[in-house]
């Protein structure tokens, strides 16, 4: 599809860089050592790296689960919200990209609350639900989008009630809009947000962006109370 902007998108984003958020050299680094390493720049934008991080610090969240770490950009701005005792596991299925992002989460200070874990991320997930681990107070789904109805059904087995769970490139350019795509991807997503809108322990909604990251969206769910049993 089409991507109208003009650059006013990026412009705006640049403009509410420099409004709202501080310098920060240890993120700047880790973009700097992405880059170097080879890694796609695809991560979050910092003002949405920024609003992760508020939505952690609004919930007083002590443990957050990422899937999908790339190098570990989101995670610093997730891992910044948690106390000095919380805990952040990150799951990647590329060695090379948690190699980068463990360093890059050292660089910024964070290496004792940060747990990078290597793996497709439904066996982690997997690994993680056996080993009685969580529940998580958020959750952030930014890896492959073929994988998100799974993603959200394991991240349900390691929530509480008031576990919020984010789900990253819901919209894609408006790709989300074709029923009938046989793009795993866009498969992905759309049974995603059916499954946010169905389930009985989630009230979701998603909200459509723009800026230097195009046109996409992102969802939020906020998990309730498991069904009584009758
Ligand atoms: N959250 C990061 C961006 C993640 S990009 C940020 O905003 O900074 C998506 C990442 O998911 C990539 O690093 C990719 O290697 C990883 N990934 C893709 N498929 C995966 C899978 N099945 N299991 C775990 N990670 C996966
Ligand atoms: C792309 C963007 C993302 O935020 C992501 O998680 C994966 C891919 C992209 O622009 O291709
Ligand atoms: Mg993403």
């Known amino acids: 599809m089409p991507d109208p902007s003009d650059g006013t998108w990026e412009a705006v984003d640049a403009y509410l860089v420099g409004a709202l958020l501080p310098p920060d050299a240890a993120l700047d680094a880790t973009l700097a050592a992405s880059t170097e390493a080879g ?89 993680l639900a056996g080993e009685g681990a969580g529940p998580f107070d958020v959750v952030f789904l930014d890896a492959d989008k073929a994988g998100l109805p799974d993603y959200v059904t394991a991240s349900l087995g390691l929530s509480r009630p008031g576990t919020v769970i984010i789900v990253d490139n819901v919209v894609r350019k408006g790709g989300v809009l074709d029923a009938g795509s046989a793009d795993p991807d866009v498969v992905g997503v759309r049974r995603c947000l059916e499954l946010l809108g169905s389930h009985p322990r989630l009230s979701a909604t998603a909200i459509q962006t723009v800026g230097v990251k195009g046109h996409d969206g992102f969802a939020v769910a906020l998990v309730g109370a498991e069904p009584t049993p009758a």
């Open 39 to 127: 890694l796609p720049a695809i991560q979050v934008s910092a003002l949405q790296g920024r609003l992760l991080e508020l939505l952690a610090r609004a919930v007083g969240a002590r443990s957050i689960l990422e899937v999908g770490t790339l190098g570990g950009y989101s995670t610093i701005w997730l891992a910044r919200a948690l106390p000095a005792d919380g805990r952040l596991v990150t799951l990647e299925i590329d060695p090379t990209h948690a190699e980068v992002a463990r360093r890059n989460v050292a660089g910024a200070g964070l290496a004792g609350v940060v747990e990078v874990r290597v793996g497709p991320a439904l066996a982690t997930l997997d690994q």
